[in-house]
T-cell receptor, first 115, second 113 residues
Framework: DSGVTQTPKHLITATGQRVTLRCSPR?????VYWYQQSLDQGLQFLIQ???????AKGNILERFSAQQFPDLHSELNLSSLELGDSALYFC??????????????FGPGTRLLVL | AQKVTQAQTEISVVEKEDVTLDCVYE???????LFWYKQPPSGELVFLIR??????QNEISGRYSWNFQKSTSSFNFTITASQVVDSAVYFC??????????FGPGTRLSVLP
């Protein structure tokens, strides 16, 4: 158990809908990262928040957004969902701002299925 | 740009065999970090090891060992006396200063009883 929690574990929704994924980092960690894992794209970095501020952006679609709250938990919002958004979404956390030496610890993931 | 290659898509071994998972990386930076993660069938990603570019010393942790060779840009992972519980997808990842994690495509290891 990494100490990173994610809810829900599974989510089934329809195209065009909007969902929110939630992540709580390990105690003491200030950075939260979001990743998407799909069969054809592998593990793709989406976005990083550090202490409430956006720190780095990866391959995140405009239909997706995220935020990190004062208690350091984070939410990833996915809107206008398409079939291709079906994937496993991971949250990870690290202690600092994400320096190259920092290890990221991953949550169990949220499996999203868009029908 | 950074890149991680794991040429072995799938490997099958019989229990108690040794197996090596290959990882080749590309970067022009001199300071970088390499990681291995394990993704068992349950789906979570489990951190295994981190190695910085200035430390080429091999590491052993129980049945796991890692061989880092800068000359060939490789960071290979060996499991000795494999067990069924080692069945998982293994990811190698690279991070350089100011950049995001770059993951390899993963190697699916099946250990048969």
């Amino acid at each position: 158990d990494s100490g990173v929690t994610q809810t829900p574990k599974h989510l089934i929704t329809a195209t065009g809908q909007r969902v929110t994924l939630r992540c709580s980092p390990r105690s003491g960690d200030l950075s939260v990262y979001w990743y998407q894992q799909s069969l054809d794209q592998g593990l793709q970095f989406l976005i990083q928040y550090y202490n409430g501020e956006e720190r780095a952006k990866g391959n995140i679609l405009e239909r997706f957004s995220a935020q990190q709250f004062p208690d350091l938990h984070s939410e990833l919002n996915l809107s206008s969902l398409e079939l291709g958004d079906s994937a496993l979404y991971f949250c990870a956390s690290s202690v600092g701002s994400g320096g190259d030496q920092e290890t990221q610890y991953f949550g169990p993931g949220t499996r999203l299925l868009v029908l | 740009a950074q890149k991680v290659t794991q040429a072995q898509t799938e490997i099958s071994v019989v229990e108690k065999e040794d197996v090596t998972l290959d990882c080749v990386y590309e970067t022009r930076d001199t300071t970088y970090y390499l990681f291995w993660y394990k993704q068992p069938p349950s789906g979570e990603l489990v951190f295994l090891i981190r190695r910085n570019s200035f430390d080429e010393q091999n590491e052993i942790s129980g049945r796991y060992s890692w061989n880092f060779q800068k000359s060939t840009s490789s960071f290979n992972f060996t499991i000795t006396a494999s067990q069924v519980v080692d069945s998982a997808v293994y990811f190698c990842a690279l991070r350089v200063y100011g950049q995001n994690f770059v993951f390899g495509p993963g190697t699916r290891l099946s250990v048969l009883p």
